[in-house]
C-alpha cells in the first residue's frame, strides 16, 4: 500500500479475547445463517422457472423477417464490422425492388461474443441481438445457424426494435 | 519548362500539361469523377475545381512585381476546372484554400441530390469514387427536402453490362470510352438537366469486345458487371497482380478471390502493354476452368484401363521409367504456350537430361480474330517465351508438323507433353490413340486426358509464380493467387484477405477447395531426379534465376526487377538456344 510515496506496512490485526474463544463466534455464525432461513428466497428453479431479459439484453443475433422476407439486403457490414469474424454472408439478385438478398447467412454461434456491433452497423435494421440467451449444442456444425435458424418475425421482436428506437 | 506554384511549393512542369496532370505527376491529388489520363476531356463533373491565378504582367510583357519584389498574382474570379487549364508559367494553383474546398462540398452536394443512398445494396461500394468523395470532400449533409429523380434500374445495356441510370453522375467516361478507345460509338445521354440518362443508340446493344472496361471506368456503380453481380463485396476478396492469359498481348490484371476461388478479372494499368484497358473475353473467359469441377485433383496413372490417384513419388518413378524404356528417336516432347518461361525452360532440361531431341510446341494462331487494339490472333500468352527458352529447337529434332506426321506413321512411339489441350487439334486427336504411351501434364479433364497413360496434375497460371513473354517480348511476372495442396496463403506470400488472414482451419469461409496440383518446373525437376540428374529446383525464382546466367535473353532480369511493368527480353528470339545440361 502506497501513501506519500512511502511504502506502508500493515499488520494483520492481532484476535482479541472473545474471538480466541471461538464459541461466541460460532453462536454469530449461526444466527446469521438462522436469519437468513426466514427471508424471503433469491434461488430461481431455472428449467422451470426462466428468466425473461429486458429489451436492452443481447442475447443471440437474429434476423428480422418482414412481410415473410428478410429486411436484410446483404450488404455484409456485419461480416466485416464482426470481430470474431463470426457472420458469413453471400448475397444474390432478388426480383424484389430491393434488388439484393442473402442467399445464404450464416452465423457461427462459437464465434459469436454477443457485442452487438452488427445490430449497430446495419443500415436497415436487419440484425438485431434477441431475448434469446440459451445455446448448446453437441458438434461445431450446429453451431453455425442458417437462415432457418436466425430468420424471427418482426412481430416476435418488438421490444428489442423499439428500444433501439428510443437509444439509438 | 513551366514553373507553377501548387499549394505553396513550386514545381516545373512541362507547358503542355494540364494543372490535374501536372498535379498528378507530382503526388498532389485533385479529386476529380469525368477526367481520365486515357480519355479526352470533358469537363463536366466540377470536383477537379481549383483556384488558379496568373502573374500580372505589364504592356512590354514583363511582370509587375510589388514594393517586396515579390511577382503580383491576379487570381481568376470564379474557380477553374484543373482537368482543362493548361499550365502556364509563374501560375499559382491553390488546391485545399476554403474557397476550393466549398466548391468541392459544393459539387458533392450537387451529386447527391439525386444520387441514391444505397450503398449497403450497391456493387460499388468500397471501389466507389462517389462514396470515397463523400467521405474526404462532403459535409455529410443534404439540404435538399424534395423526391429523387427516379429513372429506369436494371438496364441491361449489352450483354455483359447492366446500367442502374439512378446512380449514374453523367460523367460520360463511358460514353467516351466507346468513342475513343473501343472506337464503337455505342452509348450517348438522351434528356436534358437532372433527367439525363445514359443509353444506347436506338438499334444498338454495348457489345463491343471492351464494353466492360466501361465497368472499371465507372467512377459510382452506374454500370456493373452481370458476370460478377452481388456475388462479393469488394472489401471480402483478395487481389493478386498477375497477367491474362487470352492472348500473346499477356494484359496486366488483378485476380480477385474469396475462398480460394477466382471470382473476377479486373485490369490494371501497364503502360507498355495494355494502358488501363483488357478485352471482355480475357476478362470472363481465362478464369472460370481454374474453379471449374473438372480439374484433375492429383496425379494418375491408367491401370487396366482407367485413370487410377497415385503418389508423386510413383508417378515420377514411372515417367523415369518409361522414358529408359523407350528408344531416344521414338519420344517426342510437346512444350507449351500456355507453361510459363521457367516450366518449359526446366522441361526443356528434362528432355536434354533423357536426350530427347523432337521437342516442339502447339501453336493457337486464329488468323483474323486480332484488332490493332488489344486483341491478338496468337490465343496462347507465351509462345515468344517458349520460343525463348529453346522448347522450339529447328534443325536439331522433328518440330510439331514432324512429329504429328512421325505419330501416324509409327516412328514416334512416345509422347510427353506440357498442359495442353492438343486433341483441340484434329489431325492430333486422330493419331493420338496410336501412341504406345502418353504422358500429360493436365489440369483439366478434357478430351486430350482420355488418351492419356499418365497424367500429372498441374497447376494452373492462377495457382504459382512465374514469367509470361508476351508478343512484344515483354516479360511479366504471374503470381499465385489460388492455393493448392503444397502452399499456404499464409506461409507462401499470397495477397490475403482479412477473412483469409484471421480465419482459422475450421472456418468454411477459409478452407475453400485445394487440390493436389504442381508446377511443371517442380514435376520435371523431380522426374530428373528419378532419372539421376544432380539438378534440382526448390523454386520458380531459383529457375528464373538460372534462366539470367544461362540464356543470352533474360540477362540482368530478376524476379525483383520484373515486380512492375516488366522487362523487355534482351535479344529478338534467336533461332536455336543452348540449354545447358
Known sequence: MKSNGQLKITHKKDLSFFEKLYITEIFKGIKLTLTQVFRPKFTRQYPEERWNPPASFRGRPVLVEQDGVERCVACGLCARVCPALAIEVQASETE????????????????????????????????????????????????????????????????????????? | MAVITID?????????????????????????????????????????????????????????QDDKGNNVIDFMPKLAIACSTPVGDGMVVNTKTPKVVNAQEAVMEF????????????????????????????????????????????????????????????CSRCVRFCNEIAKKP????????????????????LDNPYSMNTIDLCPVGALTNKDFRFK?????????????????????????????????????????????WMCDKGRLETFKWVNSDKRIKAPMIRKEGRLMQVGWDEVAAKVASELRH????????????????????AFVKLMKHAGVTNIDFMRHIYQGDEDDILIRADKAPNSAGAKAVGVHQEGTGLGFEGILKGITEGTIKALYSLDEHIAYEPRMAAVLPKLDLFILHASVENETTTYADIVLS???????????????????????????????????????SRLDKFGSHNDRWTKGLKRDARAIWRTSSRIAGALGAKWKYTSSEEVFNEMTTTLEAFKGMSYLKLSGYGMKLKTTITKSISVPV
Open chain 2, 232 to 276: 462479393a463485396r469488394v472489401w471480402e476478396m483478395s487481389a493478386t497482380e498477375t497477367i491474362c492469359v487470352g492472348c500473346a498481348r499477356g494484359c496486366n490484371t488483378k485476380m480477385w478471390v474469396r475462398n480460394n476461388e477466382i471470382l473476377r478479372l479486373t485490369p490494371r494499368h501497364n503502360p507498355e502493354v495494355n494502358d488501363y
Open chain 1, 96 to 168: 424484389y425492388w430491393k434488388e439484393r438478398y442473402p442467399v445464404k447467412f450464416e452465423i457461427n454461434m462459437l464465434r459469436c461474443i454477443f457485442c452487438g456491433f452488427c445490430e449497430e452497423v446495419c443500415p436497415e435494421e436487419a440484425i438485431v441481438m434477441s431475448k434469446e440467451y440459451e445455446l448448446t449444442f453437441y458438434s461445431q456444425e450446429e453451431a453455425i445457424f442458417g437462415k432457418d435458424k436466425l430468420l424471427v418475425p418482426a412481430e416476435k421482436l418488438k421490444d428489442r426494435l423499439e428500444f433501439l428506437r428510443k437509444y439509438r
Open chain 2, 111 to 170: 451529386l447527391l441530390i439525386n444520387h441514391p443512398l444505397d450503398c449497403p445494396i450497391c456493387d460499388e461500394a468500397g471501389e466507389c469514387k462517389l462514396q470515397d468523395y463523400a467521405y474526404k470532400y462532403s459535409v455529410g449533409q443534404s439540404r435538399f427536402e424534395f423526391d429523387k429523380v427516379r429513372k429506369p434500374k436494371r438496364v441491361e445495356l449489352g450483354p455483359r453490362v447492366m446500367l442502374d441510370t439512378e446512380r449514374c453522375i453523367m
Open chain 2, 326 to 345: 523407350y528408344k531416344k528417336s521414338e519420344i517426342a516432347a510437346l512444350g507449351s504456350a500456355f507453361a510459363t518461361n521457367e516450366e518449359n525452360y
Open chain 2, 186 to 205: 455505342q452509348l450517348t445521354f438522351t434528356q436534358r438537366g437532372d433527367h439525363v440518362e445514359l443509353t444506347t443508340f436506338p438499334g444498338v446493344q
Open chain 2, 458 to 496: 498441374t497447376a494452373t497460371y492462377a495457382e504459382k509464380n512465374g514469367t509470361f513473354t508476351n508478343f512484344q517480348g515483354q516479360v511479366q511476372r504471374i503470381r499465385p493467387a489460388v492455393a493448392v495442396l503444397e502452399n499456404e496463403r499464409a506461409l507462401n506470400g499470397f495477397s490475403m
Open chain 2, 8 to 64: 505553396g511549393i513550386q514545381y516545373d512542369v512541362d507547358p503542355k500539361l494540364t494543372i490535374i496532370q501536372a498535379a498528378k505527376l507530382q503526388g498532389i491529388k485533385i479529386p476529380h469523377f469525368c477526367w481520365h489520363p486515357k480519355l479526352s476531356v470533358a469537363g463536366n463533373c466540377r470536383m477537379c475545381l481549383v483556384d488558379v491565378g496568373n502573374p500580372r504582367r505589364n504592356r512590354d510583357g514583363t511582370l509587375v
